[in-house]
């Protein structure tokens, strides 16, 4: 079964410094790789996936992410972050169901 | 499409007593997938349905908990009965089968 393991469960940073987010996963088979984000008292919405093609993924308010097969990863990353990118950030992996990691906490500070 | 609903946003209750938490998929998704929430645990998977049918209930944790899918277009969550440590936020989500899964707002259910 695939899982997921996202390596810092809090990520303090200064409003425009870049940013990235590691997601390590394990699965057996080809598999589907997301991020989302949760802003407080919200649920989750999605940032965005990686399904097949480019390894490269880009997605919503200037997040990116890499596939790296090799490594097993699918890093998130901003190059300059902004104080309302203060969130909770989960991966996910997704085989026959999607499981999500633990999650890692976002903090831009001014 | 106004997304996947959750009834309802809050529900405080005392122990003992039974609760329900309702959650209408988007139309045309044919998987829905019940998670609890806490501080302690992170992000449970609960239970997942495809076409209606429950496909891994591992996650439920005891036999208090029990999922039901009607319809299409319809699940319950019931805690039965329900405890204090049942305190989450318990989200449901849809999806078509391994594509992304679109959450619902949550339920935050305090049990007293």
């Known amino acids: 079964a695939q899982s997921v393991t996202q390596l810092d469960s809090q990520v303090p940073v200064f409003e425009e410094a870049p940013v990235e987010l590691r997601c390590n996963y394990s699965s057996s088979v080809s598999v589907y790789l997301f991020w989302y984000v949760q802003y407080p008292n919200q649920g989750l919405q999605l940032l965005l996936k990686y399904l097949s093609g480019s390894t490269l993924v880009k997605g919503i308010n200037g997040f990116e992410a890499e596939f790296n097969k090799s490594q097993t990863s699918f890093h998130l990353r901003k190059p300059s972050v902004h104080i309302s990118d203060t969130a909770e950030y989960f991966c996910?992996?997704?085989?026959?169901?999607?499981?999500f990691g633990a999650g890692t906490r976002l903090t831009v500070k001014p | 499409d106004a997304g996947v609903i959750q009834s309802p946003r809050h529900e405080v209750t005392e122990m003992g007593q039974e609760v329900t938490l309702r959650c209408k998929p988007i139309?045309?998704?044919?998987?829905l997938f019940w998670y609890r929430q806490t501080m302690m645990r992170g992000l449970e998977l609960l239970i997942y349905?495809?076409?209606?049918?429950?496909?891994?209930d591992s996650g439920m944790p005891e036999d208090r908990f029990s999922a039901k899918m009607p319809n299409a277009s319809f699940s319950t969550l019931k805690i039965q009965p329900s405890e204090p440590r049942d305190s989450a936020v318990y989200f449901c989500?849809?999806?078509?089968?391994?594509?992304?899964?679109?959450f619902g707002p949550g339920t935050r259910l305090t049990v007293l």
């Open positions: 349905f495809n076409n209606n049918v429950p496909i891994d």
């Open positions: 139309s045309g998704h044919n998987s």
């Open positions: 989500a849809s999806s078509l089968v391994n594509n992304e899964q679109f």
């Open positions: 996910a992996v997704s085989e026959s169901d999607m499981r």
